[in-house]
């Protein structure tokens, strides 16, 4: 729509004021083309006339709604013109007392002249990483987005302060370094942050001056390059200066001050270090009196001093060159005290006895002669001769302050280079920010060169502003694809032509500076002459001393006087030689020959406009103007390599009041620093810019119901658009915003203010019409009772007569009784009724109770059959349960007793080894007594011969002896080929037992690689499950809601369950004894077989002693009288030996077979196990999957109780596999015995025999050498049996090493199907069936043997380890520890207690050392552990959990009497012993405080966040919008695209996290509650804070929205029973006050006083700045009246103490306790998980 239609009734306008620049008025009468006049009405209710021209009508600006007023941004605002831009930052300035405001790219920052509370380290850590536009302006932002775009985009940025003297633009660059040395500490040695901060009092002690415009005026430009590192934190900076203010030294207008440093060091002439400097006071020095002021109001020099020297100090600047500073500066003030009279008109001089330039030429160490000529004289060169001729004393006192003005510069200059040099620190720059710190445009009463060059930069800084503008707004156009149109806006490069071009100012003025006859006339006649066409410059009509240059900003006339000396600069040459040999080092540097090129720094290289005239001797130096033009080339080219960012300081009136506001003043500074340039340039395209949900959100009420009904908003938003704004090039659509042009917001707000009236209109109509309805009606009701009365009366006062009367009252008398006889009737006849209903009543009521009593003793008869059918349930499936469990245990004992059995075999194969060389060497015994025997025949036959006597019966002899020893011969044959027979068999044996252990090992190894694949396989399906089970945990998510509503019906299933887990989790601890039984019953059956041992090793010591005897126990002399003395009985002595042989080859056989018997037995046994162990750890990956599956416990009861039933059927195939190893065992104790009996009976009988046959040939002395013989033989055949028992050793080692592995995979698998047994000891379904299982198998194994009564065994809840385990404990309990485990989640702080049971056992060895070491190690793990995982939160909780725990069992089982009240009899008996532990309670108590600050500040990372969306920007009540949208243009980059959501349901889940994951873990209700208290403090603050610094969120419905969110907080707390003893909700006082705040009413004195009862936890700044920022949402909200603020305000003066922050300290952490909380937990019942793998740990 034209913007003429917008003027009508009720809108207001702008007016021109002489006095406030503008002023309002509302119009009010519409306005018609063609009208000459507006009609008006001044805010005082002064009607006036607006003339208007008709031919072309210049309307009045139009005044934005209210509800825009106070934006953030100048851009925001509806209509952008300059009463717009000013009424808005007064209403911000003034009422609500914001100094900062954004104006598009620009801070635009106004000087309060008092010290506000908005730049605390609480308020840096605010804005730190916030983007641009969602907090309040603030020049933390604009440093906050410099530093952020230098991270994010790697390029070098710029901060652009500028402004008048006194505006504060040293202070707001001081406090944007101040930013970047607190967001980006290096956290080094070198405090490079704190140097760059401590540069800022040098710098402005001796640059900055007190002037009529401001107490600390910068007198220089100032850039200061912060540099950073790649992490992005300081390394260093660097300073450049620009065009220092040198006359300030020499001159000084009226109440103005020469530089501090002067002042400063006066102040201290007093001191021991300035004794030397001969100093004065201030007035007494002409450089420091010329203003008449030499202090400045509440500033204390003397203290400064103490602070410039402290801060040289810091820069690492050394005491001696201090020294040297402030001799030079007090030579300076010396000089300036040099008198110079006048001798004649045209000479000059100086007294040789004057103090001062005798106090300049010591301290300087320059020769007092020289400096007194060359100040009087001036030498000339001629052609032929040099001449010197004295001056006057006006050319001395000018060559005397040139020379001060000279020495001051090079000082300044030193300085600034000794603070850069100091600001160096090795490291290489990757990026910079720099901080511009420059004049604004000056125009004074007398504008001389140094205005000329301050306004010649801005102009030079202003064409950079307003490039860089105009491509920001081209960039905001294209990002949203937008067609861009050209924009016309100011562009003042011609007047930058006119200063530096060829043939400009400054070219003339470096021109004129050549002549040594040049004068200000002649050079502003030239520009007269040369420029005087240009429309820029023009001559006044008054004078010819000065010409005007139109800048940017306004007109300024400088007057030309001075322009050539000030561009000159020009010392005297003598002068400066004699400077040159000065013996103080410092002055004779200043004054040393500067090389060529020496123009510029960095040796950067400037072009400047047109090449500059060189100089052809040493006295034509550069000039002042090109080295300024040089300087300024240089900068900007830094900037231009930057990215900007502006800082414009305002000064809002000249007498230095706080929050006073002079129109005048602001707007002539805003004119001139480029504000309303950028509102200008914002105004021709489309300033005001809303995204598509604020708009929707602000102007649905325009919608219509089938515009609101559509799902989409953008579209709906361009339907809404098309229908209110015909024009369509009023508004663009974007992206992601709407684009209006000026003018279009207003008219949206204008009809939606329309159609709220008319709303309220309409509303009104109708109350009223209801409320006046209502009233007619009472009033009508009311006259009708008036009326019958009064007619009732009337008529009775007719009608009435005495027999009336008479007849009424006997008509009274008789109705009277009638009635009561009426009423007797009724009475009687209701009493009859209520009786016999009564009666029945009472009778159905009785039989009613009657019947209901019958229910309810059938109930209960139903009740107790059905409950003691349940409890049947329960028992026989706790039995169930109790058998499973003693099944698995007893399998495993099965296994182990397998290995023993198998151990026992190889004992079995060793002793059949040692009979077999038994045997052996028995054959050969029997060869050498077959080789003796047939020498005594011989013998024999020869003492027959000699013997005649006894021939006879010889030969009967020998006729008997010779039958026998054929049948002998015989047998020898047999036993000869029985022999070869059982090596044979033997030597087969042993190539089977070697084929058969070949054949093992590679079965082994096939089995362990399908293990290994197994395993793999495993790993995948596991992997494969997990995610199956993530999308089962999504699907069961989404089928929740489903079954919720089936739980009602489950309810009571679900309770009988509950109690039979209650009743399963009591009988668990039955299971332990259980263990104990059978760990006695193994104890008998190890008995057992010691006992058979033993039998076994007395029967081969037997075995041995008839060996040795049958082997060695022959002397000679029994040998040789048996062989001699009977010789006849020595063949049925070699009788009884074959056949004792024979009894023995028989023996061996019979065991060997029994041993392969045994061996393939064992065989069958070890591979029915070996597909036992596979079917089990096929069950253990069934059972594994079952556990997955726990959220589904109750639909999976059915197919468990069915699996496991399948199960049961190994349960018969166990028994039987026991009772036959039963069997087995009992047929070889049978054997064995029997074998052992035998082979006694044949040992004593042999021994018998032999005993006698030894004794019968001890007289044959003659077979002395066939016993050597024999012994010979006999070595050789021990020999034969050693080398034979060492093949059966490798074999069997071979067989043993076999057997190991494969007992080592049987345990390890055996061990997977334990850890996957102690998983599922949660299931209470498995622990019923191995509760069934180990109770059949106990009973079975009762059935076949006796047990032998046992000792229970009884724990001491310690832990022995060896000193070498200590590392791996270390590892499995600490660093390996996972808090997820479900060991660790079914026994919450188990770490913690297995960690004290091994310190109890070290200090019950009270092993010192021991004791120190693990203490130590355990405290090292721990801090790796929380070091390694610092951002872990489940971690942290478990360890701080966990280290609470160790703490409190130090403390339980010290033995001090204050922690074992409640400990137990057995606690008390358990306590430590040997070694106090109060020193290391300590240590862990400082660990725990480490780990719980370290546990809070990972919860505030991740809670910051999601604080102040889920607090404040989200909308949980729905209905009621709290946000007004703004129009604030962000920069682009700060806007990330993707951005999480968050909302008060984040947050309250998060917090859910927390507080599950420490109820997890066991960690005590009291840290619990500690760590919620603090939290929730954060949540309170951080909201807080942001509310303080968002002018946005302070509305009424905003504090709705915080009560509600509080509410939530609340009833979560309530809710995980956490209300009482957190002090959680005290936390949230102040942002519950601020809530309140913010909605009660804020108009009356009552309102003011309830508001200092009601917010006691706010402080008074706090307060007053909530009051300032209330931003009103709608036009029917009323701002805070500045009156009612200042009331306020005036109250809480009477509060004592509290603090005057603003923010509040979110790093503020509440003391943390750990009070004594002791455990009812039984050391002695811990059982060892083996899961965590301590196998090298054993309960004690």
């Not at 420091?288 to 003397?302: F, K, L, W």
């Given at each position: 729509m034209a913007l003429s239609e917008l003027y009508t009734k009720y809108n207001r306008v702008w007016i021109p004021d002489e006095e406030h620049v503008w002023k309002s008025a509302e119009i009010l009468r519409d306005f018609k083309p063609g009208d000459d006049t507006l009609q008006l009405q001044l805010e005082d209710g002064t009607e006036m006339l607006y003339s208007l021209d008709t031919s072309s009508p210049q309307l009045p600006h139009l005044r934005n709604p209210d509800i825009l007023v106070g934006e953030n941004d100048l851009t925001a605002l509806s209509y952008l013109h300059e009463p717009a831009v000013l009424h808005n930052l007064k209403v911000r300035f003034v009422e609500s007392k914001i100094i900062y405001t954004y104006c598009g790219i620009i801070l635009v920052a106004v000087n309060p002249y008092k010290q506000l509370h908005i730049y605390g380290d609480a308020v840096i850590h605010a804005y730190s990483g916030q983007n641009m536009g969602d907090m309040d302006p603030h020049i933390f932002a604009v440093a906050e987005e410099a530093y952020k775009q230098m991270a994010r985009n790697n390029k070098n940025q710029s901060i652009i302060v500028s402004g008048e003297s006194g505006a504060g633009k040293t202070v707001s660059a001081r406090y944007a370094m101040r930013y970047f040395a607190m967001v980006s500490k290096s956290g080094s040695k070198t405090h490079v942050e704190d140097k760059v901060l401590a540069s800022n009092p040098i710098t402005e002690a001796i640059g900055n001056a007190k002037t009529t415009r401001n107490d600390n005026s910068s007198r220089f430009g100032k850039y200061t390059e912060i540099s950073f590192d790649r992490r992005y934190q300081i390394i260093g900076a660097n300073m450049r200066t620009y065009l220092l203010e040198k006359s300030r030294v020499v001159s000084q207008s009226e109440s103005e001050r020469n530089y501090h440093i002067f002042y400063q060091m006066c102040a201290c002439a007093d001191q021991p270090e300035f004794k030397s400097l001969r100093l004065l006071r201030a007035d007494e020095f002409r450089y420091t009196s010329m203003g008449g002021e030499t202090a400045i109001e509440g500033v204390d020099d003397r203290k400064d001093m103490e602070e410039t020297r402290r801060t040289f100090s810091l820069l690492g600047l050394t005491k001696d060159f201090q020294a040297d500073v402030f001799k030079v500066l007090a030579g300076i003030l010396h000089l300036g005290n040099v008198e110079i009279r006048n001798v004649g008109s045209d000479r000059s001089s100086i007294s040789s006895s004057d103090p001062h330039i005798a106090a300049f030429c010591d301290l300087l160490g320059v020769s007092p002669d020289g400096v007194t000529r060359w100040l009087c004289h001036r030498r000339f060169v001629m052609v032929t001769e040099t001449v010197?001729?004295?001056?006057?004393?006006?050319r001395a006192v000018n060559a005397r302050d040139a020379l001060a003005k000279q020495i001051y510069a090079h000082l300044f200059d030193c300085v600034i280079q000794k603070i850069n040099a100091a600001l160096q620190v090795p490291g290489k720059q990757h990026s910079f920010i720099g901080v511009l710190d420059i004049y604004g445009f000056e125009t004074f009463d007398i504008n001389s060169f140094e205005q000329f060059c301050i306004n010649y930069a801005n102009e030079k800084l202003q064409q950079q502003f307003n490039l860089h503008v105009f491509k920001l707004e081209q960039e905001e156009y294209m990002k949203e694809d937008i067609p861009w149109t050209l924009i016309d806006f100011y562009d003042n490069q011609p007047v930058i032509d006119l200063i530096e071009a060829k043939m400009g100012i400054l070219d003339l003025l470096?021109?004129?500076?050549?002549?040594?006859?040049?004068?200000?006339?002649?050079?502003?006649?030239?520009?007269?002459?040369?420029?005087?066409?240009?429309?820029?410059?023009?001559?006044?009509?008054?004078?010819?001393?000065?010409?005007?240059?139109?800048?940017?900003?306004?007109?300024?006339?400088?007057?030309?006087?001075?322009?050539?000396?000030?561009?000159?600069?020009?010392?005297?040459?003598?002068?400066?030689?004699?400077?040159?040999?000065?013996?103080?080092?410092?002055?004779?540097?200043?004054?040393?020959?500067?090389?060529?090129?020496?123009?510029?720094?960095?040796?950067?290289k400037v072009r400047p406009a047109r090449p500059g005239v060189k100089p052809t001797n040493k006295n034509l130096r550069t000039t002042v103007g090109e080295k300024f033009r040089s300087s300024l080339y240089l900068l900007m080219e830094t900037?231009?390599?930057?990215?900007?960012?502006?800082?414009?300081?305002?000064?809002?009136?000249?007498?230095?009041?706080?929050?006073?506001?002079?129109?005048?003043?602001?707007?002539?500074?805003?004119?001139?620093?480029?504000?309303?340039?950028?509102?200008?340039?914002?105004?021709?395209?489309?300033?005001?810019?809303?995204?598509?949900?604020?708009?929707y959100s602000r102007y649905s009420i325009l919608m219509s119901q089938q515009e609101l009904v559509l799902t989409d908003k953008k579209q709906t938003c361009r339907t809404v658009l098309q229908r209110l704004i015909q024009d369509s090039n009023q508004y663009k659509f974007g992206r992601t915003k709407i684009f209006f042009r000026a003018g279009q917001v207003a008219y949206l707000e204008k009809l939606r203010l329309d159609r709220l009236r008319g709303a309220c209109v309409t509303i009104q109509k109708h109350v009223r019409g209801w409320s006046h309805r209502r009233t007619f009606l009472r009033m009508r009701e009311a006259a009708i009772i008036l009326q019958q009365y009064v007619r009732g009366q009337r008529r009775i006062r007719k009608s009435v007569?005495?027999?009336?009367?008479?007849?009424?009252?006997?008509?009274?008398?008789?109705?009277?009784?009638?009635?009561?006889?009426?009423?007797?009737?009724?009475?009687?006849?209701?009493?009859?009724?209520?009786?016999?209903?009564?009666?029945?009543?009472?009778?159905?009521?009785?039989?009613?109770?009657?019947?209901?009593?019958?229910?309810?003793?059938?109930?209960?008869?139903?009740?107790?059959?059905?409950?003691a059918w349940l409890a049947r349930r329960r028992f026989q499936t706790l039995r169930r349960l109790v058998h499973n469990v003693q099944l698995s245990y007893r399998c495993q004992q099965l296994r182990k007793k397998l290995e023993d059995q198998g151990k026992e075999n190889c004992g079995l194969l060793e002793r059949l080894t040692s009979l077999a060389g038994a045997h052996a060497q028995g054959l050969d015994k029997l060869h050498s007594l077959e080789a003796q025997l047939g020498k005594s025949a011989t013998e024999k036959a020869s003492l027959e011969e000699r013997e005649k006597k006894s021939k006879e019966d010889a030969a009967k002899t020998i006729a008997q002896l010779q039958q026998e020893k054929d049948g002998f011969i015989v047998q020898k044959q047999d036993l000869e080929k029985k022999l070869a027979d059982t090596a044979t068999e033997m030597k087969d044996g042993f190539d089977q037992i070697k084929t058969t252990l070949k054949e093992d090992l590679e079965r082994e190894e096939r089995l362990r690689k399908i293990a290994e694949n197994n395993l793999d396989l495993q790993k995948e399906?596991?992997?494969?499950?997990?995610?199956?089970l993530r999308e089962e945990n999504r699907r069961l998510k989404e089928e929740r809601v489903r079954l919720q509503r089936q739980t009602e019906e489950g309810a009571q299933v679900n309770t009988d369950l509950q109690d039979q887990v209650i009743q399963l989790t009591k009988h668990v601890k039955v299971i332990p004894e259980l263990r104990k039984d059978l760990h006695n019953l193994q104890t008998q059956r190890d008995d057992l077989d010691r006992r058979m041992k033993g039998q076994s090793e007395e029967a081969?010591?037997?075995?041995?002693?008839?060996?040795?005897?049958?082997?060695?126990?022959?002397?000679?002399?029994?040998?040789?009288?048996?062989?001699?003395?009977?010789?006849p009985e020595q063949i049925y002595e070699a009788g009884d030996l074959l056949t004792a042989f024979d009894g023995l080859q028989k023996a061996t056989r019979v065991?060997?077979?029994?041993?392969?018997?045994?061996?393939?037995?064992?065989d069958s046994q070890i591979e029915g196990l070996t597909f036992k162990v596979e079917h089990l750890q096929n069950e253990n990956n069934q059972l594994q999957k079952l556990f997955q599956e726990k959220m589904s416990v109750n639909d999976s009861i059915g197919q468990e109780v069915t699996r496991l039933n399948q199960e049961n059927m190994v349960i018969p195939e166990l028994k039987q596999t026991v009772s036959e190893l039963q069997r087995h065992k009992q047929e070889l104790e049978e054997q064995l015995e029997e074998q052992t009996r035998g082979m006694t009976e044949q040992i004593e009988e042999i021994s018998k025999k032999l005993q006698m046959n030894v004794e019968e040939e001890a007289s044959q002395r003659r077979l002395l050498e066939q016993h050597e013989q024999v012994e010979r033989e006999k070595e050789e055949v021990e020999r034969r049996v050693e080398e034979l028992e060492e093949v059966l050793r490798r074999q069997k080692n071979t067989e043993t090493e076999a057997k190991t592995?494969?007992?080592?995979?049987?345990?390890?698998?055996?061990?997977?199907?334990m850890d996957f047994e102690e998983q599922l000891d949660m299931k209470d379904r498995l622990i019923r069936k191995l509760q069934n299982k180990i109770k059949s198998l106990q009973t079975s194994e009762k059935a076949n043997q006796t047990p032998a009564p046992t000792i229970p065994k009884e724990y001491l809840g310690m832990l022995e380890y060896k000193r070498e385990d200590e590392p791996k404990l270390i590892q499995y309990i600490i660093l390996d520890m996972k808090p997820r485990g479900v060991v660790v989640n079914m026994i919450p702080n188990m770490a913690a207690q297995l960690l004290f049971m091994c310190v109890r056992h070290a200090d019950y060895l009270n092993d010192g050392a021991k004791l120190k070491s693990l203490m130590n190690a355990i405290i090292s793990g721990v801090k790796k552990v929380i070091t390694d995982h610092q951002a872990d939160f489940e971690l942290l909780s478990f360890w701080l959990s966990n280290m609470y725990h160790m703490l409190n069992c130090l403390k339980q089982y010290s033995g001090e009497e204050e922690f074992m009240k409640q400990n137990s009899p057995r606690q008390k008996k358990n306590c430590l012993q040997n070694f106090d532990l109060s020193e290391h309670r300590q240590i862990f108590s400082d660990l725990a405080i480490r780990i719980y600050h370290q546990f809070i500040s990972v919860m505030e990372k991740a809670l910051m966040p999601m604080i102040v969306p889920g607090m404040l920007e989200h909308e949980s009540l729905q209905g009621i919008s709290s946000m007004k949208p703004t129009g604030f243009r962000k920069r682009s980059s700060s806007i990330y695209e993707d951005q999480e959501v968050y909302t008060i349901s984040s947050l309250l889940q998060q917090l859910s996290l927390y507080h599950s994951t420490m109820s997890q873990h066991g960690m005590e209700e009291v840290l619990v509650r500690q760590a919620l208290k603090q939290t929730f403090f954060l949540v309170g603050a951080a909201t807080l804070n942001n509310i303080l610094l968002r002018k946005d969120m302070c509305s009424c419905r905003k504090g709705m929205q915080i009560r509600c969110n509080i509410s939530y907080l609340e009833e979560w707390l309530k809710e995980k029973d956490l209300v009482q003893g957190t002090s959680a909700m005290e936390t949230l006082k102040p942002l519950c006050q601020a809530a309140w705040l913010l909605q009660v009413n804020k108009t009356t004195d009552d309102d003011a006083k309830e508001i200092i009862e009601q917010c006691s936890e706010l402080n008074t700044v706090q307060i007053v700045k909530i009051l300032n920022s209330y931003t009103p949402i709608d036009d029917f909200e009323k701002r805070v009246a500045p009156s009612f603020v200042r009331k306020v305000q005036g109250l809480l003066q009477d509060r004592e103490g509290g603090s005057s922050q603003l923010m509040l300290d979110t790093q503020y952490r509440f003391q943390v306790t750990f009070p004594f909380t002791p455990s009812s937990q039984a050391l002695e019942l811990l059982q060892l998980p083996s899961s965590l793998r301590l196998g090298f740990i054993t309960r004690i």
């Amino acid at each position: 729509m034209a913007l003429s239609e917008l003027y009508t009734k009720y809108n207001r306008v702008w007016i021109p004021d002489e006095e406030h620049v503008w002023k309002s008025a509302e119009i009010l009468r519409d306005f018609k083309p063609g009208d000459d006049t507006l009609q008006l009405q001044l805010e005082d209710g002064t009607e006036m006339l607006y003339s208007l021209d008709t031919s072309s009508p210049q309307l009045p600006h139009l005044r934005n709604p209210d509800i825009l007023v106070g934006e953030n941004d100048l851009t925001a605002l509806s209509y952008l013109h300059e009463p717009a831009v000013l009424h808005n930052l007064k209403v911000r300035f003034v009422e609500s007392k914001i100094i900062y405001t954004y104006c598009g790219i620009i801070l635009v920052a106004v000087n309060p002249y008092k010290q506000l509370h908005i730049y605390g380290d609480a308020v840096i850590h605010a804005y730190s990483g916030q983007n641009m536009g969602d907090m309040d302006p603030h020049i933390f932002a604009v440093a906050e987005e410099a530093y952020k775009q230098m991270a994010r985009n790697n390029k070098n940025q710029s901060i652009i302060v500028s402004g008048e003297s006194g505006a504060g633009k040293t202070v707001s660059a001081r406090y944007a370094m101040r930013y970047f040395a607190m967001v980006s500490k290096s956290g080094s040695k070198t405090h490079v942050e704190d140097k760059v901060l401590a540069s800022n009092p040098i710098t402005e002690a001796i640059g900055n001056a007190k002037t009529t415009r401001n107490d600390n005026s910068s007198r220089f430009g100032k850039y200061t390059e912060i540099s950073f590192d790649r992490r992005y934190q300081i390394i260093g900076a660097n300073m450049r200066t620009y065009l220092l203010e040198k006359s300030r030294v020499v001159s000084q207008s009226e109440s103005e001050r020469n530089y501090h440093i002067f002042y400063q060091m006066c102040a201290c002439a007093d001191q021991p270090e300035f004794k030397s400097l001969r100093l004065l006071r201030a007035d007494e020095f002409r450089y420091t009196s010329m203003g008449g002021e030499t202090a400045i109001e509440g500033v204390d020099d003397r203290k400064d001093m103490e602070e410039t020297r402290r801060t040289f100090s810091l820069l690492g600047l050394t005491k001696d060159f201090q020294a040297d500073v402030f001799k030079v500066l007090a030579g300076i003030l010396h000089l300036g005290n040099v008198e110079i009279r006048n001798v004649g008109s045209d000479r000059s001089s100086i007294s040789s006895s004057d103090p001062h330039i005798a106090a300049f030429c010591d301290l300087l160490g320059v020769s007092p002669d020289g400096v007194t000529r060359w100040l009087c004289h001036r030498r000339f060169v001629m052609v032929t001769e040099t001449v010197v001729k004295p001056v006057t004393s006006k050319r001395a006192v000018n060559a005397r302050d040139a020379l001060a003005k000279q020495i001051y510069a090079h000082l300044f200059d030193c300085v600034i280079q000794k603070i850069n040099a100091a600001l160096q620190v090795p490291g290489k720059q990757h990026s910079f920010i720099g901080v511009l710190d420059i004049y604004g445009f000056e125009t004074f009463d007398i504008n001389s060169f140094e205005q000329f060059c301050i306004n010649y930069a801005n102009e030079k800084l202003q064409q950079q502003f307003n490039l860089h503008v105009f491509k920001l707004e081209q960039e905001e156009y294209m990002k949203e694809d937008i067609p861009w149109t050209l924009i016309d806006f100011y562009d003042n490069q011609p007047v930058i032509d006119l200063i530096e071009a060829k043939m400009g100012i400054l070219d003339l003025l470096d021109e004129e500076c050549l002549f040594p006859q040049g004068t200000d006339q002649n050079w502003l006649q030239k520009l007269y002459n040369y420029l005087a066409d240009n429309p820029l410059f023009e001559k006044p009509r008054m004078s010819n001393e000065a010409f005007i240059i139109q800048h940017f900003a306004d007109k300024v006339e400088y007057q030309c006087w001075g322009f050539l000396e000030k561009n000159r600069d020009t010392l005297y040459e003598e002068l400066i030689d004699t400077m040159r040999t000065s013996k103080f080092p410092l002055l004779a540097n200043f004054f040393l020959e500067e090389e060529p090129g020496g123009v510029g720094s960095k040796g950067i290289k400037v072009r400047p406009a047109r090449p500059g005239v060189k100089p052809t001797n040493k006295n034509l130096r550069t000039t002042v103007g090109e080295k300024f033009r040089s300087s300024l080339y240089l900068l900007m080219e830094t900037l231009n390599a930057t990215t900007p960012h502006y800082v414009r300081c305002i000064k809002p009136n000249e007498e230095k009041m706080p929050f006073e506001y002079d129109s005048k003043r602001v707007v002539q500074q805003l004119r001139a620093c480029g504000v309303l340039e950028t509102i200008h340039i914002s105004a021709q395209s489309y300033p005001s810019r809303w995204t598509y949900i604020e708009f929707y959100s602000r102007y649905s009420i325009l919608m219509s119901q089938q515009e609101l009904v559509l799902t989409d908003k953008k579209q709906t938003c361009r339907t809404v658009l098309q229908r209110l704004i015909q024009d369509s090039n009023q508004y663009k659509f974007g992206r992601t915003k709407i684009f209006f042009r000026a003018g279009q917001v207003a008219y949206l707000e204008k009809l939606r203010l329309d159609r709220l009236r008319g709303a309220c209109v309409t509303i009104q109509k109708h109350v009223r019409g209801w409320s006046h309805r209502r009233t007619f009606l009472r009033m009508r009701e009311a006259a009708i009772i008036l009326q019958q009365y009064v007619r009732g009366q009337r008529r009775i006062r007719k009608s009435v007569t005495a027999a009336a009367l008479k007849q009424g009252w006997a008509a009274v008398v008789i109705q009277r009784y009638w009635r009561g006889h009426l009423t007797r009737q009724i009475f009687r006849m209701v009493r009859s009724s209520s009786i016999v209903i009564q009666a029945f009543t009472r009778g159905w009521i009785a039989r009613k109770r009657y019947k209901k009593m019958v229910e309810v003793q059938k109930a209960l008869i139903l009740q107790k059959y059905a409950r003691a059918w349940l409890a049947r349930r329960r028992f026989q499936t706790l039995r169930r349960l109790v058998h499973n469990v003693q099944l698995s245990y007893r399998c495993q004992q099965l296994r182990k007793k397998l290995e023993d059995q198998g151990k026992e075999n190889c004992g079995l194969l060793e002793r059949l080894t040692s009979l077999a060389g038994a045997h052996a060497q028995g054959l050969d015994k029997l060869h050498s007594l077959e080789a003796q025997l047939g020498k005594s025949a011989t013998e024999k036959a020869s003492l027959e011969e000699r013997e005649k006597k006894s021939k006879e019966d010889a030969a009967k002899t020998i006729a008997q002896l010779q039958q026998e020893k054929d049948g002998f011969i015989v047998q020898k044959q047999d036993l000869e080929k029985k022999l070869a027979d059982t090596a044979t068999e033997m030597k087969d044996g042993f190539d089977q037992i070697k084929t058969t252990l070949k054949e093992d090992l590679e079965r082994e190894e096939r089995l362990r690689k399908i293990a290994e694949n197994n395993l793999d396989l495993q790993k995948e399906d596991h992997e494969k499950e997990v995610e199956i089970l993530r999308e089962e945990n999504r699907r069961l998510k989404e089928e929740r809601v489903r079954l919720q509503r089936q739980t009602e019906e489950g309810a009571q299933v679900n309770t009988d369950l509950q109690d039979q887990v209650i009743q399963l989790t009591k009988h668990v601890k039955v299971i332990p004894e259980l263990r104990k039984d059978l760990h006695n019953l193994q104890t008998q059956r190890d008995d057992l077989d010691r006992r058979m041992k033993g039998q076994s090793e007395e029967a081969i010591a037997k075995m041995s002693v008839i060996t040795r005897q049958l082997l060695g126990g022959m002397t000679e002399e029994v040998v040789i009288s048996r062989l001699a003395s009977d010789g006849p009985e020595q063949i049925y002595e070699a009788g009884d030996l074959l056949t004792a042989f024979d009894g023995l080859q028989k023996a061996t056989r019979v065991l060997e077979r029994k041993q392969k018997e045994q061996k393939e037995v064992s065989d069958s046994q070890i591979e029915g196990l070996t597909f036992k162990v596979e079917h089990l750890q096929n069950e253990n990956n069934q059972l594994q999957k079952l556990f997955q599956e726990k959220m589904s416990v109750n639909d999976s009861i059915g197919q468990e109780v069915t699996r496991l039933n399948q199960e049961n059927m190994v349960i018969p195939e166990l028994k039987q596999t026991v009772s036959e190893l039963q069997r087995h065992k009992q047929e070889l104790e049978e054997q064995l015995e029997e074998q052992t009996r035998g082979m006694t009976e044949q040992i004593e009988e042999i021994s018998k025999k032999l005993q006698m046959n030894v004794e019968e040939e001890a007289s044959q002395r003659r077979l002395l050498e066939q016993h050597e013989q024999v012994e010979r033989e006999k070595e050789e055949v021990e020999r034969r049996v050693e080398e034979l028992e060492e093949v059966l050793r490798r074999q069997k080692n071979t067989e043993t090493e076999a057997k190991t592995r494969f007992t080592q995979e049987a345990s390890r698998l055996t061990a997977e199907n334990m850890d996957f047994e102690e998983q599922l000891d949660m299931k209470d379904r498995l622990i019923r069936k191995l509760q069934n299982k180990i109770k059949s198998l106990q009973t079975s194994e009762k059935a076949n043997q006796t047990p032998a009564p046992t000792i229970p065994k009884e724990y001491l809840g310690m832990l022995e380890y060896k000193r070498e385990d200590e590392p791996k404990l270390i590892q499995y309990i600490i660093l390996d520890m996972k808090p997820r485990g479900v060991v660790v989640n079914m026994i919450p702080n188990m770490a913690a207690q297995l960690l004290f049971m091994c310190v109890r056992h070290a200090d019950y060895l009270n092993d010192g050392a021991k004791l120190k070491s693990l203490m130590n190690a355990i405290i090292s793990g721990v801090k790796k552990v929380i070091t390694d995982h610092q951002a872990d939160f489940e971690l942290l909780s478990f360890w701080l959990s966990n280290m609470y725990h160790m703490l409190n069992c130090l403390k339980q089982y010290s033995g001090e009497e204050e922690f074992m009240k409640q400990n137990s009899p057995r606690q008390k008996k358990n306590c430590l012993q040997n070694f106090d532990l109060s020193e290391h309670r300590q240590i862990f108590s400082d660990l725990a405080i480490r780990i719980y600050h370290q546990f809070i500040s990972v919860m505030e990372k991740a809670l910051m966040p999601m604080i102040v969306p889920g607090m404040l920007e989200h909308e949980s009540l729905q209905g009621i919008s709290s946000m007004k949208p703004t129009g604030f243009r962000k920069r682009s980059s700060s806007i990330y695209e993707d951005q999480e959501v968050y909302t008060i349901s984040s947050l309250l889940q998060q917090l859910s996290l927390y507080h599950s994951t420490m109820s997890q873990h066991g960690m005590e209700e009291v840290l619990v509650r500690q760590a919620l208290k603090q939290t929730f403090f954060l949540v309170g603050a951080a909201t807080l804070n942001n509310i303080l610094l968002r002018k946005d969120m302070c509305s009424c419905r905003k504090g709705m929205q915080i009560r509600c969110n509080i509410s939530y907080l609340e009833e979560w707390l309530k809710e995980k029973d956490l209300v009482q003893g957190t002090s959680a909700m005290e936390t949230l006082k102040p942002l519950c006050q601020a809530a309140w705040l913010l909605q009660v009413n804020k108009t009356t004195d009552d309102d003011a006083k309830e508001i200092i009862e009601q917010c006691s936890e706010l402080n008074t700044v706090q307060i007053v700045k909530i009051l300032n920022s209330y931003t009103p949402i709608d036009d029917f909200e009323k701002r805070v009246a500045p009156s009612f603020v200042r009331k306020v305000q005036g109250l809480l003066q009477d509060r004592e103490g509290g603090s005057s922050q603003l923010m509040l300290d979110t790093q503020y952490r509440f003391q943390v306790t750990f009070p004594f909380t002791p455990s009812s937990q039984a050391l002695e019942l811990l059982q060892l998980p083996s899961s965590l793998r301590l196998g090298f740990i054993t309960r004690i």
